[in-house]
């Protein structure tokens, strides 16, 4: 009777057993799926390029590429400028006609940015080494020699993507320049037909009226320069002040 009983209570068992692992196994894959979630989400961007809604005022999405300067490679970030001004001069490609007149503009006045605190950087879907290559050639054959300031070399074009000026058919940048404030927020977007070079006065000009705004909380007529008048936009009349 009570091996009966003994043989009666062991499938009983068993099968309890089966269920609890059954339970365990179940468990323990929900779990896993949770874990690979978790691990997605902590290495995955906050957004894709794809998503980045990029307008004036929006923050300037980060970056960390590579870049020559001075005929030397290095690791450029946009972190490196924080506090200052930042002009990233986003342009088809090395070697070509427009892209070195304006590269090599720039270059020649470099020294105005910095009094004003402010950066300049270039950036092409071109490599490192044909940027190397650029600097090293003299510019009575297509070369800009040795410029002041970095060409960042976006040959993955996913700087290109995130700023959203690439142009996917041929994979170069367009030509478009973006002013980013002291605080990392974009504050000028200017894209050029790629016939058309731009203007290093115009530049200096929109981050001078920028930094004025900024500084006294005024707005800036049209051709406004540093000297010349300013508007009060809470008085609605001419401010006589002076930057």
């Not at 001069?89 to 910095?114: G, N, Q, W």
């Not at 058919?169 to 050029?192: P, Q, S, W």
């Amino acid at each position: 009777m009570n091996v009966a009983r003994a043989s009666l209570k062991r499938p009983r068992q068993e099968d309890e057993v089966e269920r609890r692992k059954k339970v365990q196994h179940r468990v323990r894959r929900e779990e896993l799926s949770m874990e690979v979630e978790e691990r997605a989400s902590s290495t995955a961007p906050l957004q894709s390029s794809q998503d980045v809604d990029l307008h004036v005022g929006a923050p300037a999405p980060h970056f960390t590429c590579d870049a020559v300067l001075d005929q030397k490679f290095k690791r450029v970030s946009l972190e490196d400028y924080y506090g200052k001004f930042v002009v990233i001069l986003f342009y088809p490609m090395d070697f070509t006609f427009v892209c070195p007149t304006e590269i090599m503009s720039f270059a020649k006045r470099i020294s105005e940015f910095h009094a004003i605190g402010c950066e300049v950087l270039g950036c092409s879907t071109d490599s490192k080494f044909t940027h190397l290559a650029w600097t090293q050639t003299p510019r009575a054959e297509g070369g800009v020699d040795q410029i002041t300031f970095p060409l960042l070399a976006d040959k993955s074009m996913s700087l290109s993507r995130k700023y959203r000026v690439l142009n996917e058919a041929e994979g170069v940048a367009y030509r478009t320049l973006i002013i980013i404030d002291d605080k990392r927020k974009i504050r000028e977007i200017i894209a050029n037909d790629n016939s058309v070079g731009r203007s290093v006065d115009e530049t200096l000009r929109l981050i001078q009226a920028l930094q004025f705004a900024d500084k006294h909380g005024q707005v800036c007529p049209a051709g406004w320069k540093p000297g010349d008048k300013a508007i009060d936009p809470n008085e609605k009349k001419m401010d006589f002040s002076r930057a």
